[in-house]
């Protein structure tokens, strides 16, 4: 196992890794809407979740990998009523390739956060 970190995606708030890396997957941690310098980007969904998406990103890239090679995604929300908007933002990152996924609503994220996205990649 490995584990992996970039500056250029919040640290981590608790004791866990951006993502491990292990048999040639990529097990992301979930992101929140915080910026890199940890800062909270509490604007509307919309711009929580293409926060988060750059965030996966990040992650995904300092692991050699891509949301190209997404296979797995988690998605927490904190209002159901959330959710056709979060999958406008969450397409645009995923224009052909649809990884499989499940939205979950949960009835609280940390940091107030109102989305939160894991996934499991290869890589």
Not at 13 to 32: D, H, K, L
Not at 66 to 88: E, G, H, P, R, W
Request: proline share 4%; charged share 20%.
């Amino acid at each position: 196992m490995k584990s992996i970190a970039t500056l250029k995606a919040p640290q981590a708030i608790g004791p866990y890794s951006q993502a491990i890396e292990s048999n040639g997957m990529i097990y992301a941690s979930g992101q929140i809407a915080l910026r890199p310098d940890g800062s909270f980007n509490d604007g509307d969904i919309e711009a929580q979740t293409t926060q988060v998406m750059h965030n996966v990103s990040a992650v995904l890239e300092a692991a050699g990998s891509s949301l190209q090679n997404v296979v797995k995604t988690t998605i927490f929300l904190t209002d159901m009523d959330d959710f056709a908007a979060v999958n406008a933002v969450y397409g645009s990152f995923f224009a052909d390739h649809k990884p499989a996924r499940s939205t979950v609503c949960v009835k609280a994220l940390p940091k107030n956060a109102r989305v939160e996205v894991e996934v499991i990649a290869t890589k």
